[in-house]
């Protein structure tokens, strides 16, 4: 009963932001749509990316505010985190296939006027596998594919979250700027210095196996072990987190 | 819940609410383990110092999250309450004044109907006549459907006649868990001259004296003694305070 409540208030928060989301994204097609006209082509590449970004964010901004509100209700923190997990799976399902309905939409678009080009993600990289296919089970599958790609950005998302909420500011400062930093200077630096650029290859390799033109299977393995790890860390994370000062 | 600055009174009410956990123990509501206990959990509501709803949020629409999770909230009563305390329902948590802060808790606190309510701190930042209102208004709830209240604070004096049973802290320790009239019983209070009350004292354990002009208040600890007192001299009930402060002094 408390579960129904749970996904109740968060479907709530989430189906606002999707909202706003989707009529941000509408309204600025159009915009460009109209001011292009005659004059060009407005396209988006890769539209799920775009949904990836927007559902990190979500993810990532949709843990302190909503467990602060349930720990004031009294609701325990398996209820919390079990509705969580049942409401990103919903919410993953329905953007994926609002997303494939827009890239129809965009692909019917493209075909009556050259001004506005909708491209999917999968579409572009797995343009291959798509060709071999029928359109309905490639769309099926695409759908397929989405959903655990969202799930899997949600709760990295929501694992970020949880980290942030976790560690004091000196800390929070420490890991923003460590991390990009690492990542992006300390990486490549040692990279050249002492692997002779043996990790990038890897790195390359990796990104190149995931996703794979012709096979988006892999894509999916490494989005359910993406997901099997976020609900391990953040379970443990949140079953000892506590309600601290706003 | 009485207890001096750092006593524990937030940090039992948080582990008792399940908001943070105790390093050794065990707590039970109606003999069920409160601890990640949905069950046991729903019997319970905490009005915390602290703001735990969206800072965003309408109170209204915090009226209706809260009876989506406290499905015997009183709505209609919660609007009354807030056309009573003038609270604007439209406003948002983080547009309220820190006295409106308490007053939209306090409503969601008297509107619950839940068992067991915990109040910490809940006239923070109410003016005097807010206060009056909140403490009628706490004894005609409990006098219409009765719950556990459990109200944390520092103003004994403004409590003192609304309370039934009294637990003070001590540094983490429960100290005394009695009810009113017995802790009340441990001493008594007599006024009259100031001649007369000195020399009533002389052999007592004063633990505190209030003087005004020619008259004097000395409030002492043990029974009330036998036989007739000193013509001008009157006994009268221990002051709360000046027990607590007594019993938590160091």
Same mark, same amino acid.
């Given at each position: 009963m408390r579960v129904k409540s749970v996904i109740k208030y968060q479907s709530h928060d989430y189906i606002k932001a999707a909202r706003g989301y989707y009529l941000t994204f509408i309204g600025i097609t159009v915009f460009f749509g109209l001011i292009l006209r005659g004059r060009g082509t407005y396209t988006i590449g890769g539209y799920e990316f775009l949904t990836c970004i927007f559902l990190f964010v979500v993810g990532l901004s949709s843990f302190k505010e909503f467990f602060l509100m349930m720990l004031q209700n009294s609701i325990s923190r398996k209820t919390m985190f079990i509705s969580k997990l049942i409401t990103i799976l919903f919410m993953g399902l329905i953007l994926a296939v609002s997303d494939r309905i827009i890239i129809l939409i965009g692909k019917l678009l493209s075909n009556i006027s050259e001004n506005i080009e909708i491209l999917g993600f999968y579409d572009r990289v797995f343009k291959s596998r798509m060709s071999l296919l029928n359109p309905v089970v490639s769309n099926l599958e695409a759908i397929f594919i989405t959903i655990f790609t969202y799930i899997a950005v949600t709760l990295v998302g929501y694992f970020v979250g949880i980290i942030y909420y976790k560690m004091n500011k000196t800390l929070k400062l420490f890991v923003s700027i460590g991390v990009p930093a690492t990542l992006f200077v300390l990486l490549p630096l040692f990279d050249s210095m002492f692997f002779g650029g043996n990790l990038s290859k890897f790195i390359l390799k990796a990104i190149q196996f995931i996703f794979n033109g012709k096979n988006p299977y892999n894509l999916l393995l490494v989005c359910v072990g993406v997901i099997a790890v976020c609900i391990v860390l953040c379970w443990l994370l949140i079953r000892r987190a506590v309600g601290k000062d706003k | 819940m009485l207890g001096r600055n750092g006593a524990g009174k937030t940090t039992l009410l948080n582990i008792i609410t399940n908001r943070i956990f105790p390093d050794t123990g065990e707590v039970l509501i109606d003999g069920i383990p409160v601890k990640e206990n949905d069950d046991a959990l729903k019997k319970v509501y905490m009005m915390s110092?602290?703001?735990? +709803? #969206?800072? @965003?949020?309408?109170i209204k629409e915090i009226y209706r999250w809260t009876k989506e999770f +406290? #499905?015997?909230?009183d709505t209609e009563y919660a609007n009354k309450l807030a056309d009573m305390f003038e609270l604007?329902?439209?406003?948002t948590v983080k547009s309220l004044s820190t006295g409106y802060n308490s007053i939209f808790k306090i409503i969601i606190a008297l509107s619950v109907n839940t068992p067991y309510v915990f109040l910490d701190e809940p006239v923070l930042g109410l003016d005097a006549n807010h206060r009056d209102m909140f403490y009628r208004l706490l004894l005609e709830k409990y006098s219409e459907s009765p719950s556990t209240y459990v109200l944390s604070t520092h103003l004994i004096e403004e409590v003192s006649n609304v309370i039934e049973h009294i637990i003070i802290l001590k540094k983490g320790k429960i100290i005394k868990d009695e009810s009113r009239e017995d802790l009340m019983s441990y001493g008594y209070a007599v006024s009259g001259k100031v001649s007369l009350v000195d020399e009533f004292i002389i052999d007592k354990n004063v633990i505190g004296i209030d003087s005004i002009g020619g008259l004097k208040s000395a409030y002492i600890m @043990?029974?009330?003694?036998?036989?007739n007192l000193p013509e001008g001299l009157e006994i009268s009930k221990m002051d709360l305070q000046k027990l607590f402060i007594k019993l938590t002094d160091n």
């Open positions: - | 110092e602290n703001n735990f +709803y #969206p800072a @965003g949020m309408k +406290y #499905p015997d909230f604007s329902l439209n406003k @043990g029974q009330v003694p036998k036989g």
